[in-house]
């Protein structure tokens, strides 16, 4: 839960104590508005500062100056607390320098005329100020980052090259992530597989995030504001997937008229967002759609490649306590061949949500959210049947101040799905795929029911405790499994630069498929819950020059998991792949975690991500390592501004090889072997390059031109060479 | 129409969307034709035969796995293929089925001779453990072209007796072969394609005709060369194996590929039967088996022992389409589709 509309009475936000100093850069040409995340302490300190919108060297200049502001900080009730505010630093360029008689004052003025309304504008000594208004939200501060969390911004990966400017795709970068082959948007985190890591939107689960054919993913990235990645240990909140959560936390709503669309060589997209009734209210439509299958007419007549997606939502507050929001979103995707004049679909997918939600604010920093959400999976695979989900969750989340130091989060929630399929009109009855895909995924409803909470102790000045409990009960076809998940995180402050960070947990999941696809969850609980002990334990260091970095060794233990993937090697002679969709397997992945970053939106930023680990699987008593193990997983990425609104970035990916596993072709092999071989080694280099033209404060254009795998890298795989998986993007993108 | 009527309009329409709606186009494609894909056996297979040369030779067993039928062309749509194999008993009553396909248009016909895997289909008569038995990955003299092991997609087993003279053999063919451009000969002339239309049910018919193992010429049924396989050039025991049919050499001769035996072996007249064996050419369209290992004989290479002719030409040969019909095969090598 982000954020409520506040009560004028009951909150008030932060105001600058002191008059702030902002120095108009240099480098700088033009107008520039840069709109600054800051979290303002209860002592009027600001804690951390974040660039959400602005472009060099305005944006450094104004985050470097903001980190000495003092601000008389927000107070609810006549309390000091901390709070989020964003913050508004508008350049204005200088007026031509005036003969001697003129003599303004140079000095930067605030304007704090408007609760919630904070703005400075600066200009070079020779100008006048002139104070700009515009209405902020000012989010007193709710739900912290959980400990053990690695996070990008919106405004970061828009300037991360081969990410195209998709917060989700950011995911590949991040520690403890494992591709399976580049550019491929899966994955496995800290081992465990894909159809294990759960993927959510403001608390909605999303089904998958990726479009086919590498396409972008399926909510539009301006409607996202930070995407998380919980590799292990994660919140109470988050329960049903045994390996890795990946959390976006959709935009704020914002009242005023505000937008963004790109053109690309594969698709559109655009979104605008408003407010009505006076602020009360804010409408928000997006979406994209791809023209694929025009190009690939022109290329490959017989193909045919569609994908679209939309965003719909809009709030409303009822009271100055109580805001209603319906959040709908969906996406699309088809793959199919015209042969002889008729069309053939192979692959079709599609999935829809509606979010009904009430958030209510008690006052005393106790808040209640209560939603209901509806949704409708579908997926089609040519010669097997058609899968459908129809969903109905409803859910509640408390947030709850119980003493001094004390928080607590509770929540419940009750989700039912109902499985349907449609018999595939043309195939042989006695396929054995086809026998065991219907046996797999039978008609039927299931349902999960949760109860949570957790308590974040601030048990010292320095120590932050997060004990949790998660209990669901699982149901599918008259099967029923409890689950009880506990939790617990710390965060010990050593010093004002170094942190201990600590996460241990418990986690099940209902049998899951190879990738997570709509309508496509095995069903009747065969076999039982896959369960994982997941703990790390790491220190997070803040260094010189705005850079954190973050070292963490972690072991997951996984039980009875499904890994059609990874649990193979050449001691698995003689299990095909059908069978590998149900067996079971013990997992085991360890290792170490190195993550430095420095913020990409500066003027120099970059990043380096550095997994080294091991992962294995125990089938029939026989160990090997995963056939997805990869030793050492690096990214590097640096992103600089050239000056003249110009950007450009590079990243390196680099992974070593899997073990080779030698496929059995259905053989049964007498005395197989474990082999020791790899398979190659592989990296590629993605770059970006950004040219931007703006038009007042707030209208932009920019040119941008992006490739993945620009060095055409080109992977082998148990003897099979892989792409090379080359995307090219140009487009224009603009905003306002 | 009110605003209030619109809300309700809009409501259920948002609520059909959710509860039944669906973007995904529907099933447009107009109803194919069914191809049921059958094999049976000849009477050979089934009661025995008696060769030119006066062996009277039985089977015990004879197995075969076959299936992955396809059908294709460009002016064929093939809706649903075979993915599976089946474990045959040819001495079963025929016959039996294979595959079930489904397809429109003008296509022609293919299917694979290969061992079975863990999800093939195991017909009547065939037990679980010779099912387990063909998948057991073994090679041979005749797969070492490649180094990838194989199972077995045949199994034969049987005696031949002359006399007082008398022989037993079980063959396990590991080398998996792709049968295509499938043609049957038609009063009009050779025909390979299937005219595929909505809503027909048609059969394809595979013959396994067990004499042809013995066919070394036009009409020429022999065992001779066989049973001396064991006595002149292996060890005499009763038992003709194919690692000794290895050992007995032959030549090619004649632009039809007829094979001479030397040092007491037999002269096979060039014929019909070579003819129909087709091999991998670029020209003519099918696989190219792909290069053998250094050192090692690549299978499309002329026959040089009689086991060389056995296992590459007369296996393959010995399953005919749609009656007398033929198909050109080619050695399979496991990178080639369905692997």
Redesign the interface.
Known sequence: MNTIAPNASAIVPPRLSIQPEVTYPTQGKGDASIVLRLTVSADGAVRDAQVAEGDEPFASAALEAAKSWKFEPATRDGRPVAAIVRFQVSFVEPEPELPAQTAPDASPRPDNTNPGLVAVTTRKPTASATAVEREIDVTVEGERLAPAVSSFTRAEVRQLPGAFGDPFRAIEAMPGVTPIVSGLPFFYVRGAPPGNVGYFLDGVRVPYLYHVGLGPSVIHPAMVDRVDLYPGGYPARFGRYAGGIVSGEAAAPRTDLHGEGNIRLFDLGAMAETGFLKGRGSVLLGGRYSYTATLLSLIAPSVDLAYRDYQARVTYDLTPHDRITAFSFGA?D?VGQR??G????LF???F?R?DLRHDHDFGNRTTLRTAVT???D?T?IT?RQNA?D?MLSVRTALRKPIAIGLLLRAGADVIVDGFTADK??????????TI?FNNLFPVRNDAAMGIWADVVIQASRSLELTPGLRVDNFISNGSSIPAIEPRVAAKYRVSEHLRIIHAYGVAHQPPSFVVPIPGLTPGDLQGGLQSSVQTSAGVEIDLPAATTATATVFHNAFYNMNDALGARSNTT????F??ALTARARGEAYGFELFIHRQLSGRLGGFLTYTLSRATRTLNDSRFPSAFDRTHVANAALAYDLGRNWRAGTRLVFYTGTPVVT????????QPSLSNDRNPAFYRVDLRLEKRWKYGERTWVAFIAEVMNATLSKEIYNSTTIGPITIPSIGVEAGF | MSQHARKQVNTVALAILFVTGSCLPKDTRPPPAEVLVQAASDDAVQTGLTSDDGWHIVFSRYLVTLGQASINGDTCNAYAEGDYTRVLDMQQPSPQKVNLLYGLGTCQFSFALIHPREDSVIGAGVTADEALMMRTAGSDVYTSWTDQLAGINTYVVGSATKGSQSKHFAWPFRQDFYMQLCTVVTDAGPEQDLQLRQRESLSVELQVHGERLFQLGPLRRLFEPFAGADTSYGNNDGDVTLEELSRVPATVSGNLGGVTFVDGGIVIEPGALMAQAQFSSPDAGIPDAGPALPGARSPVAAPETLGDFLVYWLLPASISYQGLGICSHSPRRPSQRGQ
């Open positions: 699309y088809l042969s002889n008729i069309e053939t679909i079709g997918s599609e829809y509606l509806v949704g409708y579908q089609r010669d459908q129809r595939a009109r043309y195939a042989d009855p006695e396929s054995p795929r065991q002679s003689g299990t095909g059908g069978t496929p059995t072709r259905g053989l049964v092999i007498a």
